[in-house]
Nanobody
């Protein structure tokens, strides 16, 4: 059983920032493309950002220029820095590890509201 543990969610005002973290087992982390997805109430889970083992990144259009994904290989942790948050960013954010199979965390709730 692969455990991905997210943290860093919470309540933030529009325009604010949050940094999400996801810790993964080292043996999985080192060989996996790591990503973040989110699921808003009543909607399907959607892709937010991913980073390969080599550091290449991809973002959803909604995340470009506001979110930054990064990984710390020494800590087996992937981060999602979210700036200029909007109410429509409210969702449960899930960490994903991809290597032959998809592994998921349990999610962390981000609420953007005044």
């Amino acid at each position: 059983q692969v455990q991905l543990v997210e943290s860093g969610g919470g309540l933030v005002q529009p325009g604010g920032s949050l940094r999400l973290s996801c810790a993964a087992p080292g043996n999985i982390f080192s060989i996996s493309t790591m990503g973040w997805y989110r699921q808003a109430p009543g909607k399907q889970r959607e892709f937010v950002a991913r980073i390969t083992t080599g550091g290449s990144t991809n973002y959803a259009d909604s995340a470009k220029d506001r979110f930054t994904i990064s990984r710390d290989n020494a800590k087996s942790t992937v981060y999602l820095q979210m700036n200029s948050l909007k109410p429509e960013d409210t969702a449960v954010y899930y960490c994903n590890a991809l290597f032959l199979a998809n592994y998921w965390g349990k999610g962390t709730l981000v609420t953007v509201s005044s």
